[in-house]
C-alpha cells in the first residue's frame, strides 16, 4: 500500500488558516490523494480529494505539489467544530482502491 | 433524514453471545463497507459488497458473518463474541462508478460501539 506521513497532531486559534501536511513520497501516478476527518465520537467524513490539481470545495482547498510527492490541506478559516483527527489517503488502482486509514493528525483549535 | 444509519447505536454482551449490528443507507448507493476500529482508534475496512456481491474480505474471522439482503442494507452478525471484538464497528455506501473505487467518496454512518464483558 502507498504511504503517507502525517504530524500526530496539530494546533490552530480559531477563526485563522490551518494548513495540514502529508506526505507521500512512493506516491504513483493512479493515486489519488483522498482526505478524511473524523470528528468525536462520530464516523470519517469526506473533505476532498486531488490527482495533480489543486483543488477547493466548500470545506477546504488541497494544494498538491507540483512533483505529487507532499500535499497540504487547508481550511481557510478554523472554527471549534473542525477539531477531528484528519487523514491524508492515497487509492489508486492495481490493488490499492481500498480506503486504507493510518494514524491521521489530530487538530485541536483553540478558541 | 440520515443518509447511512446503524443500529444499536452501543451493544453491551456477555462473551460467546451472538450479536446483529444492522446497516442501511438511503443515498441509493451501490456498494457498502464495514469498518473496525480499535481502542487504539485504528480504523480497519472488514468488507465491501457492491450490488449485494461480496468484494472485499480483509482476514476476518469467520465468526463475521456480512449479509447484504438488498443494496440498501449491510448486516454485520457475529458469532461466538470475544473480549477483542470490543470496537467501534462503522458502516460506510458509496456509488462506485463504472467500477472505479479510488475515486469514489464514502459515507460513514454513526458506529456501533460494541462491549463484550
Known amino acids: 500500500d502507498a504511504k503517507t506521513t502525517q504530524p500526530n497532531s496539530m494546533e490552530s486559534n480559531e477563526e485563522e488558516p490551518v494548513h495540514l501536511p502529508c506526505n507521500h513520497s512512493t506516491i504513483s501516478g493512479t493515486d489519488y490523494i483522498h482526505w478524511y476527518r473524523q470528528l468525536p465520537s462520530q464516523g470519517p467524513e469526506y473533505v476532498i480529494h486531488?490527482?495533480?490539481s489543486n483543488v477547493n470545495n466548500r470545506m477546504a482547498s488541497l494544494a498538491i505539489a507540483e512533483d505529487r510527492k507532499s500535499s497540504t490541506l487547508i481550511l481557510h478559516r478554523a472554527t471549534l467544530r473542525d477539531a477531528a483527527v484528519y487523514y491524508c489517503i492515497l487509492r489508486g488502482g492495481f490493488g490499492n482502491e481500498k480506503l486504507t486509514f493510518g494514524t491521521g493528525t489530530r487538530l485541536t483549535i483553540i478558541p | 433524514d440520515t443518509a447511512v444509519s446503524q443500529t444499536p447505536k452501543y451493544l453491551v454482551t456477555q462473551m460467546g453471545n451472538d450479536k446483529s449490528i444492522k446497516c442501511e443507507q438511503n443515498l441509493g448507493h451501490d456498494t457498502m463497507y464495514w469498518y473496525k476500529q480499535d481502542s487504539k482508534k485504528f480504523l480497519k475496512i472488514m468488507f465491501s459488497y457492491n450490488n449485494k456481491e461480496l468484494i472485499i474480505n480483509e482476514t476476518v474471522p469467520n465468526r463475521f458473518s456480512p449479509k447484504s439482503p438488498d443494496k440498501a442494507h449491510l448486516n454485520l452478525h457475529i458469532n461466538s463474541l470475544e473480549l477483542g471484538d470490543s470496537a467501534v464497528y462503522f458502516c460506510?455506501?458509496?456509488?462506485?462508478?463504472?467500477?472505479?473505487?479510488?475515486?469514489?467518496?464514502?459515507?460513514f454512518g454513526p458506529g456501533t460501539r460494541l462491549l463484550v464483558l
Open positions: 460506510a455506501s458509496s456509488q462506485v462508478a463504472g467500477g472505479v473505487f479510488y475515486q469514489e467518496t464514502q459515507y
Open positions: 486531488g490527482l495533480t
